[in-house]
């Protein structure tokens, strides 16, 4: 059973086209992650989303659009697709715990590649 | 800004070695340090660490954080060609849920 699943797991489009990441997990956690890896395997966070709602909106270009249809799902659009674009997107998901606050480990999905060429 | 800070970036050994990770922070409110490996794909959760001193142990892995000296190591011990990777630390601050992450430590353990 794959806990966090990311489709496609390969995306490659031309500069200007607009697509869409599909992540899903069946773990039940409220928050859902999107997180971008660059050529050097940095990993740094675009959004997060808790129970549908935006929770962090880090300095990405409006190009990106996240859409949360429900608590298992957090998609990522992107429009007007650019070289600078071209990374492996990740999703990952935790449980938020009012008794010990941000001590849920994130799970993270196997990760999209995206090339824009 | 929060910053996390790896060392080494790279790290050649042979199998049986033992090698320490270094991870130093910068973190506003920290709540917690988080242990990640990466392999081909996802990252996998090791460790999250809360209190200091406390070393937290899984096999040949153990971890411990410093949170005075505001750092953690990560120990492997007895090293085997399994255990390539990179090796990536986070630190999760309050009032703001998601990870800071460090740049990794690509960690190759050769036969």
């Known amino acids: 059973d794959t806990a966090v699943s990311q489709t496609p797991k390969y995306l490659v489009t031309q500069m200007g086209n607009d697509k869409s990441i599909k992540c899903e997990q069946n773990l039940g956690h409220d928050t859902m992650y999107w997180y971008k890896q660059d050529s050097k395997k940095f990993l740094k966070i675009m959004f997060s989303y808790n129970n549908k709602e935006l929770i962090i909106n880090e300095t990405v270009p409006n190009r990106f659009s996240p859409k949360s249809p429900d608590k298992a799902h957090l998609n990522l659009h992107i429009n007007s697709l650019e070289l600078g674009d071209s990374a492996v997107y990740f999703c990952?998901?935790?449980?938020?715990?009012?008794?010990?606050?941000?001590?849920?480990?994130?799970?993270f999905g196997n990760g999209t590649r995206l090339t824009v060429t | 800004e929060d910053k996390v800070v790896q060392s080494p970036l790279s790290l050649v050994v042979h199998e049986g070695d033992t090698v320490t990770l270094n991870c130093s922070y910068e973190v506003t409110n920290f709540r917690s340090l988080l242990w990640y490996k990466q392999e081909k794909k996802a990252p996998t959760f090791l460790f999250m660490l809360t209190s200091s001193g406390i070393e937290k142990k899984s096999g040949r892995l153990s971890s411990i954080l410093d949170k005075k000296e505001l750092f953690s190591i990560l120990n492997i011990t007895a090293t085997q060609t399994g255990d390539s990777a990179v090796y990536l630390c986070a630190v999760r601050r309050g009032g703001a849920d998601g990870l800071t992450f460090g740049k990794g430590t690509h960690l190759i353990i050769q036969p």
């Open positions: 990952a998901s935790s449980q938020w715990d009012p008794a010990h606050p941000y001590n849920s480990p994130l799970h």
